[in-house]
């Protein structure tokens, strides 16, 4: 089946560093999401793209769906505490089958 | 705030008793889905819902099975449950066309 490999799995930055992740997939993707979960909470949607080389922002964070549409990246800019997570990207290739996600990455920020 | 709740949102149970999750909507979306969350294995879907009784399952469905009766409810139910099964279970529905997939709060469930 599809496979998304997400990475990192795992990044501690300093607060008000720029944080880079992404995804690649197997196979094309016609939308892309990215998630983010607190600990206890159910994952939260940030991002959606549905364009291949679109880049949308919300607030400090950016995503990109890659031109090769097997592919995007999340950055966050000026990264702050509350941006402690995970992170998921989630794809899906036609409007009618589920979302294939990934492992997600961790992300822990030192104040 | 998708209008998504999950009761219960914690359970303990033994093994071999049988346990049903609803997953409750106020916004009569088409798509549901059930899927559990375990370390080192993310989100897996484990079975969804493109309708009223309309079913399919996912990638983790073996010792699940759901109902959906009513656009609102869908309910997730294992039959005899066993330790493995000890994990989160969130539910999800799907906006506008199936693109964007909103999560419930999460129910814990723990198999003694």
């Known amino acids: 089946g599809q496979q998304l490999n997400q990475s990192p799995q795992s990044m501690f930055i300093q607060e008000g560093e720029d944080v880079s992740m992404n995804c690649t997939s197997s196979s094309i993707f016609n939308t892309w999401l990215w998630y983010k979960q607190d600990p206890g909470e159910g994952p939260v949607l940030l991002i959606a793209?549905?364009?291949?080389?679109e880049l949308t922002s919300n607030g400090r964070l950016t995503a990109q769906f890659g031109i090769t549409r097997k592919d995007s990246f999340l950055n966050i800019s000026a990264s702050i505490p509350s941006d402690v997570g995970i992170y998921f990207c989630a794809g899906r290739d036609s409007g009618n089958t589920p979302l294939v996600f990934g492992k997600g990455t961790r992300l822990s920020v030192i104040a | 705030d998708a209008g998504i709740t999950q009761s219960p949102r914690h359970k303990v149970t033994e093994t071999g008793t049988p346990v049903t999750l609803r997953c409750h909507q106020t916004e009569n979306h088409r798509y549901m889905y059930w899927y559990r969350q375990d370390p080192g294995h993310g989100l897996r879907l484990i079975h969804y819902?493109?309708?009223?009784?309309?079913?399919d399952k996912g990638e983790v469905s073996d010792g699940y099975s759901v109902s959906r009766s009513k656009t609102e409810d869908f309910l997730l139910t294992l039959e005899s449950a066993t330790s493995s099964q000890t994990s989160v279970y969130f539910c999800?529905?799907?906006?506008?066309?199936?693109?964007?997939?909103?999560f419930g709060p999460g129910t814990r469930l723990t198999v003694l």
């Open positions: 819902s493109y309708g009223v009784k309309d079913t």
């Open positions: 793209l549905y364009k291949a080389g």
């Open positions: 999800a529905i799907s906006t506008r066309d199936n693109n964007e997939q909103f």
